[in-house]
């Protein structure tokens, strides 16, 4: 967390915190994964609660959990939804740059 918030006072532009995507439980388990969507969750706010509020936010993991995700093994995502979550950040960075001027 302090890294993100010292990247801001090194004058960067924008500085911003992808939160952490969420997987799919019930496959990952099977494949000996054993992280699940609650302790992705704990972190992600653990992080959000102590970032500068000039550190700009993009929820991937909101925004996956309503979008749905798909994968094989759980944890790592499929081609598709690599490309939704791509998007989603570009229209998200795009906005931001548009809402400055």
Request: glycine fraction near 2%.
């Amino acid at each position: 967390m302090n890294v993100l918030n010292d990247l801001q006072q090194l004058r960067f532009k924008s500085v911003y915190f992808v939160t952490v995507s969420p997987v799919n439980e019930e496959v990952a388990l099977s494949y000996g994964y054993t992280i699940n969507n609650e302790q992705i969750s704990l972190f992600n706010q653990q992080v959000l609660n102590n970032l500068s509020s000039n550190i700009k936010v993009i929820d991937a993991y909101d925004y996956l959990r309503y979008n749905g995700i798909e994968t094989d093994d759980g944890l790592h995502y499929r081609s598709n939804t690599y490309q939704l979550w791509f998007q989603y950040m570009i229209d998200k960075i795009s906005l931001d740059k548009k809402m400055k001027v």
